[in-house]
């Protein structure tokens, strides 16, 4: 049976360009938490120690895999889309020490060796319940590992289970995933529900330049020893 989510990706990430060359600050990888450019937390967040490995649930085209990996980082992606995955692959072929998969989040923690850092940028811990994902994470954590997440803050009144439509163009009906919502004081309280200490939940507020006013829901909680 075809995965209606792999291919509402598929069109998705032929909407997407690619990341930048180089950015503001002259570097050619770098972590990204935000919609936004250079703009927000870098890959400090996840704390991890020298060449610890971290894995990424939705990884897109790679970037933030790839910078991992650059800081000598065991970097490990696993995302739905083919789509997503080839422009990865063409995109960062020949880093080492970054490894891609392609499958559902879930079905890979399940399998998967524990980490020292799991993260998710706009990626599959926004699409899948919590009563799922948060314990899945937690258990393939070490003692002391960093769990990360960030995504749009919900629409106030909005929370649990909602929908969102992917354009497919003039002639197609949109694509429809599930997302998960909660207010940001919500997120620190259900962490803690599965296990995690330290948890943390901010909006990082939009640039002051630009037009758009819409911040980052960010999520850090922490497999505590």
């Known amino acids: 049976m075809t995965d209606t989510r792999s291919a509402a990706w598929d069109t998705y990430a032929k909407s997407r360009p690619h990341r930048r060359a180089i950015n503001s600050r002259g570097e050619t990888t770098w972590f990204n938490w935000t919609q936004y450019p250079d703009h927000g937390p870098g890959a400090e967040l996840l704390a991890l120690p020298p060449g610890g490995s971290a894995l990424d649930l939705g990884c897109g085209s790679g970037g933030n895999l790839a910078h991992l990996a650059t800081l000598g980082m065991r970097a490990v992606g696993v995302d739905l889309s083919p789509a997503q995955l080839a422009k990865a692959r063409g995109r960062w ?33 926004h699409f899948t319940d919590p009563a799922l994902m948060l314990p899945a994470v937690f258990a393939k954590l070490r003692p002391g590992a960093v769990f990360a997440m960030s995504q749009q803050p919900a629409v106030e009144g909005c929370y649990g289970c909602q929908a969102s439509s992917i354009p ?25 529900e599965y296990g995690f200490g330290d948890c943390r939940a901010t909006v990082v507020p939009a640039p002051l330049t630009g037009k758009r006013k819409s911040g980052t829901l960010v999520v850090r909680a922490v497999r505590e020893h």
């Open 93 to 125: 072929n020949g880093v080492e020490g970054m490894a891609l998969h392609r499958g559902d989040a879930l079905d890979f923690l399940a399998a998967a060796e524990p980490f020292d850092a799991i993260y998710s940028v706009f990626g599959a811990a």
């Open 168 to 192: 497919r163009g003039p002639d197609e009906d949109p694509a429809v995933v599930k997302r998960w919502d909660y207010p940001v004081e919500r997120w620190p309280a259900l962490l803690g």
